[in-house]
């Protein structure tokens, strides 16, 4: 199956063959920022399976485990389409810029000590705080 993800205005993409690697939650405080919710979701693939189009522009940050993290957004729009993290050549893309409500549920869900109080996550989901 191939999909696409894209930021808000269209200029950069992302194309993804195949069944994601892995779909997790992180409720960690930088990506709550990065993704403007009480969580982010997204989906990691291998690079084999991942082809990008348009001009990005990146902001490297540290990551709550102390690895560099480089987002990937459009210097249009400012939507994040991918991240990778340093040590880990997968692609993550925030699952929203997919547009795809049938889009696979997560399986795993990190930094739960940060989960805001009122959030549920799904029954048989792998936890880690």
Same mark, same amino acid.
């Given at each position: 199956?191939?999909?696409?993800?894209?930021?808000?205005?269209?200029?950069?993409?992302?194309?993804?063959? $195949?069944?994601?690697?892995?779909?997790?939650?992180?409720?960690?405080?930088?990506?709550?920022?990065?993704? $403007?919710?009480?969580?982010?979701?997204?989906?990691?693939?291998?690079?084999?399976?991942?082809?990008?189009?348009?001009?990005?522009?990146?902001?490297?940050?540290?990551?709550?485990? $102390?690895?560099?993290?480089?987002?990937?957004?459009?210097?249009?729009? $400012?939507?994040?389409?991918?991240?990778?993290?340093?040590?880990?050549?997968?692609?993550?893309?925030?699952?929203?810029?997919?547009?795809?409500?049938?889009?696979?549920?997560?399986?795993?869900?990190?930094?739960?000590?940060?989960?805001?109080?009122?959030?549920?996550?799904?029954?048989?989901?792998?936890?880690?705080?």
């Amino acid at each position: 199956m191939d999909r696409e993800a894209s930021c808000s205005c269209g200029g950069l993409r992302i194309r993804v063959r $195949g069944e994601p690697v892995r779909v997790s939650v992180c409720h960690c405080l930088e990506c709550q920022k990065r993704s $403007g919710s009480v969580f982010a979701m997204q989906a990691r693939f291998d690079p084999a399976n991942v082809e990008t189009a348009g001009e990005g522009k990146t902001f490297v940050r540290s990551g709550d485990s $102390g690895s560099r993290i480089t987002q990937t957004f459009c210097p249009n729009c $400012g939507s994040t389409v991918w991240y990778q993290i340093e040590g880990d050549p997968r692609f993550a893309v925030p699952v929203g810029a997919f547009a795809d409500p049938g889009f696979p549920a997560p399986a795993f869900s990190v930094y739960e000590e940060r989960m805001h109080a009122w959030v549920r996550m799904p029954d048989g989901i792998e936890r880690m705080d």
